[in-house]
């Protein structure tokens, strides 16, 4: 595991480095969102397709989808219970809010999970972040920062946000065509998992990117300490009694609970400047969970309990 994240440390300095010396002629952000909407509108999609289309759908993915969820929501209750006894603005609520419950699931639990687990896990990745995660961010994240951002926001209607997600289209095509039986011819499968190849890669330079260590203050630690030790190290344990509630497969437990474990989201950026909430202060808990990750994702791996 150790190894692993090293390699992935190269990529995402690769990222950071990009970030600071790339040709000045076009913004570093604009370099960025290139990266990202690549992987968002075309390599991710095509992965989805690829993988739920020929991945079995069974009683199993339902219980993958429930204990996502039982791990956003504990994280959202604790993060709510805190928040009300920690002096905070209302955009620092929404800001903590977020970062507490969302997990960067695709973004690095992909490249974790698949190197270390294998590319039987891309299955299960897909189906914690896109049959929970994203739905839970498209409707109730987005609500949330509507209802902590500034004033005067518009009205946002989260299932017009959920038809936005190119992602979640390519999920319910595949679903369809894997229910319906239908054969993927081999040029297909071929075309999907090349465009696939480069999600991986591509996300950990977008994440290396996207890290702001400017964005880490003194003054942040006190509100950056419970998103860590939620994210990292409650949330995890809920996911993994969650999981054994249900009684998920050894292996398939264990995956679950690594992407239980991953740091914050980075995508939350994104909505923090759209709703007015304290980027500065989400990007330091992107940056800071990032690290301590470093630390806490081998230990789950090799010392989880009972997997």
Request: aromatic share 10%; charged share 10%.
């Amino acid at each position: 595991m150790l190894l692993v994240l090293v390699q992935m440390g190269l990529l995402i300095a690769c990222g950071f480095a990009w970030k600071q010396w790339a040709p000045r002629h076009i913004p570093a952000l604009a370099h960025r969102r290139a990266l990202t909407d690549l992987v968002f509108f075309i390599l991710l999609p095509a992965l989805v397709l690829d993988v739920i289309w020929g991945a079995p759908i069974d009683g199993t993915s339902l219980k993958i989808s429930l204990t996502a969820f039982s791990g956003l929501l504990t994280a959202g209750i604790i993060m709510w219970c805190l928040l009300r006894f920690i002096k905070t603005t209302p955009e620092q609520k929404g800001a903590l809010m977020l970062a507490a419950i969302f997990p960067n699931v695709t973004y690095l639990g992909l490249p974790v999970t698949n190197q270390v687990l294998g590319s039987w896990s891309n299955a299960i990745v897909l189906q914690y972040d896109l049959f929970a995660c994203t739905p839970a961010l498209m409707t109730f994240g987005i609500l949330m920062a509507h209802y902590y951002g500034g004033a005067g926001q518009h009205k946002v209607h989260p299932l017009k946000e959920l038809t936005r997600v190119p992602p979640l289209w390519a999920v319910v095509i595949a679903l369809l065509l894997n229910v319906l039986h239908v054969p993927r011819p081999e040029l297909i499968h071929h075309t999907l998992s090349t465009l696939s190849g480069g999600v991986v890669p591509l996300m950990l330079i977008a994440l290396g990117m996207s890290i702001r260590w400017d964005s880490l203050r003194l003054r942040y630690l006190p509100l950056l300490l419970p998103v860590a030790v939620i994210t990292l190290l409650l949330v995890p344990i809920a996911v993994f009694f969650t999981g054994g509630w249900f009684d998920l497969p050894a292996d398939i437990a264990l995956a679950v609970v690594l992407l239980a474990a991953m740091p914050t989201m980075v995508f939350g950026v994104v909505i923090c400047e759209r709703y007015q909430l304290d980027s500065p202060l989400y990007a330091a808990a992107v940056t800071l969970t990032t690290l301590l990750s470093v630390v806490t994702l081998p230990l789950w791996f090799h010392y989880l309990p009972g997997v």
